[in-house]
């Protein structure tokens, strides 16, 4: 038997395996089983017999394809493990890629395309909420459904979005107020790129530091996107001299920005700074020499430790190669399929009302952060960890929400 043979044969028993285990407790289908598509399909998406059309929609090329790279492959293994099981309602997934090209206009006519022209029956896709505020009039007006698979600033909920990320209160909340208690930081300076996720996402900041944290705000800052000039902003930290930066600077400008802190003498070790956009998938680009010591607030990182993480990071390498990592972001992409298929499962059909209406109460108890239910918001019940980046650009979790936080999008007293 050849080395290759082997190799091909070890990743499809792995891509199987995994799958299996992801949908543990959900109804296969046999072929004798399989519904007609005249049952299953009644509002003309792109179903037949034997296939369904899904789209996917993120940035392949500009500032965001750092961080985007990994919901495309995540999405991709879920939808190839799904088929490798039989697919859903007995139907093959196929996907129609398209690129956003971190521009927004751009995603909101790529996602015209493939709801209009393509009839696909869900989109996993967006990354930034910019990017999302894009295509949300559109999936409403033509009753498309998208799965977004990233942590955002909340105060938004659709019935025609599935949020697979964290909101404000899972992930901004919690790390301010792990801050608070680890570190006693009482003086914090704000940073971001300058988009409506980041803004809002201080805002957010800002109210529980001076309202609920009586702490004092010292600084606010933000830069566009792409940004790689740093300095004005770490002569500004230097003078306000802050107990805590929290930073929420995505894409390619984060390389340029941890490279130029580490040159100012603005490390781990002398300063405490906690970023909400900063998973493995920045740190490729960072490197960990500089952002060791600094912590991350997610949901997921790659290193943590449960039998069904260990089974998803092992199938992902074997299909991407060893040297790929999975941030949270990529982890909250790959439940999108899932999440869909039990949806879909459930309401024995792809209408996506009927998907959608099924959706609440969906569990997944093999997901690879761990269980996670679909609220009847639309969003996931999760925890929240604090990890702090190591210098061989990995992450070591330090803190975790005791419980599930229930998602709530709209937090009283911070709209």
Known sequence: MSQDFQQSLRRRRLLQGLGAISMAGLPLLSRAQTPPTAQVNTTKLAVTDTEVVVGQLHSSTGTMAISETGSIQAEQLAIDQINAMGGVLGRKIRVIKEDGASDWPTFAEKAKKLLISDHVATVFGCWTSASRKAV????????????????????????????????????????????????????????????????????????????????????EEYYPLSNTNFNSLI?????????????????????????????????????????????????LGIGGENFAGFYSSMKYFQSLDNPNNKK????????????????????????????????????????????????????????????????????????????????????????????????????????
């Open 136 to 219: 949300l009039p559109i999936f409403e007006k033509e009753n498309g459904l998208l799965y977004y698979p990233t942590f955002y600033e909340g105060l938004e909920q659709s019935k025609n979005v599935i949020y697979t990320g964290q909101e404000a209160t899972q992930q901004i909340l919690y790390s301010l107020d792990w801050a608070k208690k680890e570190k006693n930081a009482s003086k914090v300076f704000l940073v971001g790129s300058d988009y409506i996720w980041p803004r809002t996402s201080m805002k957010i900041a800002r109210k529980h530091i001076e309202t609920f944290q009586k702490g004092k705000v010292v600084g």
């Open 235 to 283: 002569n500004k930290i230097k003078v306000a001299k802050p107990d805590l930066i929290f930073a929420a600077v995505v894409g390619g400008s984060n390389v340029a920005f941890y490279k130029q802190l580490k040159a100012a003498g603005i490390t781990g070790d002398k300063q405490f700074l906690v970023t909400l956009s900063v998973t493995e998938d920045e740190m």
């Open 312 to 415: 998803f990071v092992e199938a992902f390498k074997a299909k991407y190669g060893p040297k790929s990592v999975i941030g949270d972001v990529t982890q909250a992409g790959y439940l999108g399929p899932w999440l869909w298929k039990a949806a879909v499962e459930k309401a024995g059909s792809f209408d996506v009302a009927k998907v959608t209406a099924a959706s609440p109460g969906i569990e997944l108890n093999t997901a690879p952060e761990g269980y996670v239910k679909i609220d009847a918001n639309h969003h996931l019940w999760s925890k929240s960890r604090i990890a702090q980046g190591q210098p061989d650009g990995t992450f070591k979790v330090v803190s975790e929400s005791p419980e599930l936080i229930k998602p709530d999008p709209f937090p009283k007293g911070y709209q």
